[in-house]
């Protein structure tokens, strides 16, 4: 199983990025996927989750603000981040498994997210 996250990068505050991950080796139809990130110092933290019939579930620190979708052609999940801040500063992880709310089956590597002027 294989998770390639992608697409971060340094972002004004205010700004907009979209993550991407790129999944193989998993049957992606059948799994839940979600984000997670990583503030320097601190724990890993739940941001967003999409089940495999498409309804999401956000962190009520980015409800509003961010979306996730998935392709289920190009075995692909996204994570649109408008209006960021400093705050979301960190590492994003893409995971996968069977619980929509919080999948953790399976994990990608991190794409640093850097929101500053």
């Known amino acids: 199983v294989q998770l390639q996250a992608s697409g971060g990068g340094l972002v004004q505050p205010g700004g907009s990025l979209r993550l991407s991950c790129a999944a193989s080796?998993?049957?992606?139809?059948?799994?839940?996927l979600g984000w997670y990130r990583q503030a320097p110092g601190k724990q890993r933290d739940f941001v967003a989750s999409?089940?495999?019939?498409?309804?999401?579930n956000y962190a009520d620190s980015v409800e509003g603000r961010f979306t996730i979708s998935r392709d289920n052609v190009k075995n692909t999940v996204y994570l649109q981040m408008n209006s960021l801040k400093p705050e979301d500063t960190g590492v994003y992880y893409c995971?996968?498994?069977?619980?929509?709310?919080?999948?953790?089956?399976?994990w990608g590597q991190g794409t640093l997210v850097t929101v500053s002027s």
């Open positions: 995971a996968a498994g069977l619980d929509w709310r919080r999948p953790g089956d399976y």
């Open positions: 080796g998993i049957g992606f139809r059948i799994y839940a």
């Open positions: 999409i089940s495999n019939t498409a309804n999401g």
